[in-house]
C-alpha cells in the first residue's frame, strides 16, 4: 500500500459526459501529479501540483483539468469524454515535487466510456 | 527533445538467470534515472534511483548502471524469480520543469 488514495476505483459513463476522479496523497507529500495510461500504453504526465499550485503541464487535453485543494487533495476533471479518453488514470504523490523525489502511486481509477 | 527507448518486446528470461533491461535515452543526459515496477493494472512501485555521478546502484537482487556516454541504463534482476515478472519503467528528469519522461516499459517473464 502507497499511501495514495484514489477514488472511484472504476468509473463507467458514456461519450460527452463529464466525471471527476479524486485523489488523497500520502500524508506529508505536497506535490501531486496525474497520469493517463491506456491500453498496453505507458505514462503519459499529465499535470503536476505542489502545494495547491500548478507547477508542470503535460499533455493535457483542453477538456481535462484538474485543481489541488488546501487539504493537499486533488481532483481531475474530464469532460466532454470520448471513446478515447478511456483508460486508467494514475495519481502519484511525492514530498517536493522534484524530479529526484520518488513517486509514490495511487491505485488508480479505470474509466470506461461507451 | 529527450525520449527514451526501452526494449518493447517481451524479455523471457529462465528462473534463476540474470535479467538485464535497458534504457536508452536520446539528447542531454539526465541528473537522475528512476526504475519503477509495474504490475497489470496497478500503480508502478519506486525500485532505484541513480544519479549521474554514479555509476552503480544496488538494492537487494537489483542493479542499476548508468552510463553518460552511451546514454544508457541497465537494470539487473540477479538469480530471478517467477514473482519478478511484471513491466520495468525507466524515467528521467527533463532537465526542467520538474517533469519526469517515462519509458514506455519493458515486459519481463520469468518462467520456471
Known amino acids: 500500500d502507497s499511501g495514495v488514495t484514489q477514488t472511484p476505483k472504476h468509473l463507467i459513463t458514456a461519450t460527452g459526459q463529464r466525471v471527476t476522479l479524486r485523489c488523497s496523497p500520502r500524508?506529508?507529500?505536497?506535490?501531486v501529479y496525474w497520469y493517463q495510461q491506456s491500453l498496453d500504453q505507458g505514462l503519459q504526465f499529465l499535470i503536476q501540483y505542489y502545494n495547491g499550485e500548478e507547477r508542470a503541464k503535460g499533455n493535457i487535453l483542453e477538456r481535462f483539468s484538474a485543481q489541488q485543494f488546501p487539504d493537499l487533495h486533488s481532483e481531475l476533471n474530464l469532460s466532454s469524454l470520448e471513446l478515447g479518453d478511456s483508460a486508467l488514470y494514475f495519481c502519484a504523490s511525492s514530498v517536493a515535487g522534484e524530479y529526484w523525489d520518488t513517486q509514490y502511486f495511487g491505485p488508480g481509477t479505470r474509466l470506461t466510456v461507451l | 527533445s529527450q525520449k527514451i527507448e526501452q526494449n518493447s518486446e517481451a524479455l523471457n528470461i529462465q528462473e534463476g538467470k540474470t535479467a538485464t533491461l535497458t534504457c536508452n535515452y536520446t539528447n542531454y543526459s539526465p541528473a537522475y534515472l528512476q526504475w519503477y515496477r509495474q504490475d497489470p493494472g496497478r500503480g508502478p512501485v519506486f525500485l532505484l534511483l541513480i544519479r549521474e555521478n554514479e555509476k552503480e546502484k544496488r538494492k537487494e537482487r537489483l542493479k542499476v548502471t548508468f552510463d553518460t556516454t552511451l546514454k544508457q541504463s541497465l537494470f539487473h534482476i540477479t538469480a530471478s524469480q517467477p514473482a519478478d515478472s511484471a513491466t520495468y519503467l525507466c524515467?528521467?528528469?527533463?532537465?526542467?520543469?520538474?517533469?519526469?519522461?517515462w519509458g514506455a516499459g519493458t515486459k519481463l517473464i520469468i518462467k520456471p
Open positions: 524515467a528521467l528528469d527533463k532537465g526542467s520543469n520538474y517533469q519526469l519522461i
Open positions: 500524508s506529508g507529500d505536497l506535490s
